[in-house]
T-cell receptor, first 115, second 112 residues
Framework: GAVVSQHPSRVICKSGTSVKIECRSL??????MFWYRQFPKQSLMLMAT?????????EQGVEKDKFLINHASLTLSTLTVTSAHPEDSSFYIC???????????FGPGTRLLVL | AQSVTQPDIHITVSEGASLELRCNYS??????LFWYVQSPGQGLQLLLK??????LVQGIKGFEAEFKRSQSSFNLRKPSVHWSDAAEYFC??????????FGTGTRLLVSP
């Protein structure tokens, strides 16, 4: 149980285009989902917290107009990197909280490369 | 501000030998502490967590960790390492289980 999937697993796009990453909780309802960014050889950095049906809460320094988050259902959250640039290339990881469980379950990550 | 330090970037252990991965944290109140393992192509998997109570916590896959408040440490241990334990290990701290701050990770290599 408690499986979180991400799609796509990797994506290459041209500079200036937008990329959408999906995060799904497969066997539980996730009232809260989290988006992280991981640079090579560095730790995960929390970008934003999204609660189903409400606006996401962004961490300091994260541009909310750049990284659009939608949490429209209890099993799906999406992260859209708008007008992507090479510096947005990174590993994006989502996690989800199972209601009543005091832990986060992580997806396998999405590697984004912007050319 | 809360922070986590994992001083070892990578560690090599012989299969069957014991393992200890270090984690030191900085946090103003009683922390929630976690150890996660990340294998290539897979999401972070929770090994164990500490909220309160017994300071020696047992986790999955034979791992355990000990919370030492006086040393601000939460080191991960395993008495006998298996080749399948080779992965990246992350320590994390938070005010709960939500806004986690992660360390930079320790890559474990297991030699035959």
């Amino acid at each position: 149980g408690a499986v979180v999937s991400q799609h796509p697993s990797r994506v290459i796009c041209k500079s200036g285009t937008s990329v959408k990453i999906e995060c799904r909780s497969l066997d539980f309802q996730a009232t809260t989902m989290f988006w992280y960014r991981q640079f090579p050889k560095q730790s995960l950095m929390l970008m934003a917290t999204s609660n189903e049906g409400s606006k996401a809460t962004y961490e300091q320094g994260v541009e909310k107009d750049k990284f659009l988050i939608n949490h429209a259902s209890l099993t799906l959250s999406t992260l859209t990197v708008t007008s992507a640039h090479p510096e947005d290339s990174s590993f994006y990881i989502c996690s989800a909280r199972d209601a009543g469980q005091e832990t986060q379950y992580f997806g396998p990550g999405t590697r984004l490369l912007v050319l | 501000a809360q922070s986590v330090t994992q001083p070892d970037i990578h560690i090599t252990v012989s299969e069957g030998a014991s393992l200890e991965l270090r984690c030191n944290y900085s946090y103003g109140a009683t922390p929630y502490l976690f150890w996660y393992v990340q294998s290539p192509g897979q999401g972070l998997q929770l090994l164990l967590k500490y909220f309160s109570g017994d300071t020696l916590v047992q986790g999955i896959k034979g791992f355990e960790a000990e919370f030492k408040r006086s040393q601000s440490s939460f080191n991960l241990r395993k008495p006998s390492v298996h080749w399948s334990d080779a992965a990246e290990y992350f320590c994390a701290v938070g005010p709960g289980f939500q806004k986690l701050v992660f360390g930079t990770g320790t890559r474990l290599l297991v030699s035959p």
